[in-house]
């Protein structure tokens, strides 16, 4: 699996499959191994039964987000390693269909709010805690679409060094939630306006 690549996610399941919180527990629990792992391994780092962890990897890996990386035999027995996927992750909306878009645009919500809960509550918790301190940044950049998505690009090549675990040496893991969205048009702001606001008659 090509850790370099962006994956994109288009159709209402696999949305629905990446994200189910649970499901994101399990990628980052495999990201925290730093290794390919095992069902089991990961189970057991999440304090979680080895079979209900299986059911979620399986829906996982039917996206291509988690893949066996090895086999491996064990007092007999075939353990299956997995590695998951830690390159971007692209979410696309261009091929759903116009009356699966509210169900489309829901599950997206719903990821990007469960990213943003686990992501804040590790923050809270290292800036509270006695390690390094929390560093937070919110600016407001004004630019094209296109000067937005080139900028967007140079930060995806500037993480590609530390996305993955080093063994050997002192690292430690840092949480990164990066959210960039523009401000909508004026035509944008007019279709969301209530029909009242508007002065339109149903």
Known sequence: MDKRESKTLNTVEEIKIYSDPYRLRILKTFLDFGRPATVKEVADRMGEVPAKVYYHVKKLESIGLVSIDHTEIINGIVAKYYDSYSGQIEIKAAEIEPEMRSVYWSNVRRLIAEQFDQTKETFLNRVNGDGDTGRFMQNILYMNPEE???????????????????????????????????????????????????????
């Open 148 to 202: 937005a998505e080139e900028l967007f690009r140079q930060v995806q090549k500037l993480f590609e060094p530390y996305e993955r675990k080093r063994s050997g040496e002192e690292v430690k893991a840092y949480d990164l939630f990066l959210a960039l969205g523009a401000e909508k048009s004026e035509a944008d702001a007019e279709k969301d306006m209530p029909k009242e606001e508007k002065g339109e008659e149903d």
